[in-house]
């Protein structure tokens, strides 16, 4: 049976060196994952900017398949025109199943939603956080908080202090 795998993020990484420690945290992640696991991964992600995305474009460049999961019918209006929205059309097109949310436009309680989604969904959430509360609803403090209370294993990436650790569950 494969490990699911989910990731929660920020879009905004900070700077280059960010960036670059996020996606070689993601690839030693996975790979580590991929030697562990007998049934292999599948890699599920909503497919937003930053965080979101590199995780999709890691998993792939490893062979790990992927699903989408996408929280509204206008998500792709987060993505500027032209080649950010090019590349959000191409991981859904080469994601192996797209789950679709039943919310029309973006919201708060969608992003929320597809945070849960994520979490139900999948065996271990990788986190690439800054280790601060939710600005808003459905932020990644509040998908992380919830995976901590669902008792669902959380490797936290953070972009700032470029450090991995896992998080423990949270007694409810």
């Known amino acids: 049976m494969a490990c699911i795998v989910a990731v929660t993020g920020h879009c905004r990484l900070g700077d280059d060196s960010a ?11 996975l790979a580590r994952m991929q030697r562990a696991a007998p049934g292999g991964i599948v890699a599920l992600s909503g497919l937003a900017a930053g ?3 590199i995780f999709a474009e890691t998993a792939l460049a490893c062979g ?10 206008d998500i792709a209006e987060n ?6 929205r090019k590349r959000f059309y191409e991981l859904v097109a080469r994601s192996r199943h797209v789950h679709r949310l039943p919310f ?6 969608a992003y ?3 945070g849960h989604w994520l979490v139900d969904s999948s065996d271990l ?9 939710a600005v808003a609803l459905g932020g990644t ?24 650790t896992l998080l423990k569950h949270v007694n409810a």
């Not at 790990?64 to 019918?73: K, M, N, Q, S, T």
């Not at 959430?125 to 509360?133: D, S």
């Open 19 to 29: 960036t670059r420690f996020v996606e070689r945290a993601l690839r030693a992640i």
């Open 51 to 53: 965080a979101d995305t």
């Open 64 to 73: 790990i398949p992927l699903e989408a999961c996408l929280a509204c019918d």
């Open 79 to 84: 993505f500027a025109p032209g080649p950010q």
């Open 104 to 109: 029309v436009e973006r919201s708060n309680t």
């Open 112 to 114: 929320m939603a597809l």
């Open 125 to 133: 959430l990788i986190a690439v956080w800054n280790g601060l509360p």
């Open 141 to 164: 403090g509040d998908v992380v908080a919830y995976a901590r209370q669902q008792g669902q294993p959380v490797v936290h990436v953070h972009p700032v202090e470029k450090k991995i």
